[in-house]
C-alpha cells in the first residue's frame, strides 16, 4: 500500500488571555482551541483533507479520513499548579456520541507549585467506524486547583493509498 500525508497545527489564542479553570477533584475539563493563535498552519494537509478541528465544538472531525488512516497529535499547555504534589492528567476522549473510550494522553505528577510545560506525543488509528465516524476531545483533570493555557497541537496525518 502507498501511504501519504501532511500536517496541520492548531493554535489556541482565548486561553492565552482567559486561561481555562480546573477546579481540584472536580469534573473534567474540556479542552478548547480557536486556531486563531499565530501559529496555526493548515496549509499542508493531505490532499482531499481541509480540517480535521472544529473550533466550534473543540472536538476532533475525522469525517475526512478514512478507516487505516493515522494521526500522529503532539500536545502542548502551560498548567499553573496552584498546590504541591499534585496529579494532572490529559485524556483523548474517542468515540463520543458513538461508543467513547479514552486514551491516557499525559499523567504527570508535580511536587512543586508553579508553571509547567506539558509536551506530549501519541498517536491514534482510524481501525473502526466508531473511531472514524464520531469526534474525538482532550479533557484534562487534577487533584489540585490549577489553570491550563491551551499552546495548541500539531497534527501529522498519515493517509493510506
Not at 500500500?1 to 480546573?22: C, E, K, Q, W
Not at 503532539?74 to 467513547?100: A, H, K, T, Y
Amino acid at each position: 500500500d502507498v501511504f501519504h500525508g501532511g500536517l496541520v497545527d492548531y493554535n489556541d489564542a482565548a486561553t492565552a488571555i482567559t486561561p481555562l479553570v480546573v477546579t481540584g477533584g472536580g469534573a473534567d475539563v474540556l479542552l478548547t482551541n480557536d486556531k486563531l493563535g499565530s501559529f496555526t498552519n493548515e496549509l499542508f494537509l493531505p490532499s482531499g483533507v481541509t480540517s480535521i478541528w472544529n473550533s466550534t465544538t473543540s472536538q476532533f472531525d475525522f469525517s475526512q479520513l478514512k478507516l487505516g488512516d493515522m494521526i500522529d497529535i503532539r500536545l502542548e499547555l502551560n498548567v499553573d499548579m496552584s498546590g504541591q504534589n499534585s496529579e494532572f492528567e490529559v485524556d483523548l476522549e474517542l468515540g463520543i456520541g458513538g461508543s467513547p473510550y479514552p486514551i491516557s494522553f499525559s499523567r504527570e505528577s508535580y511536587k512543586t507549585s508553579g508553571v509547567k510545560l506539558i509536551d506530549k506525543w501519541n498517536g491514534v488509528y482510524k481501525g473502526d467506524a466508531n473511531t472514524l465516524n464520531n469526534p474525538a476531545q482532550f479533557v484534562v483533570r487534577s487533584d489540585t486547583n490549577c489553570t491550563v493555557v491551551v499552546s495548541g497541537w500539531y497534527c501529522k496525518i498519515i493517509r493510506r493509498g
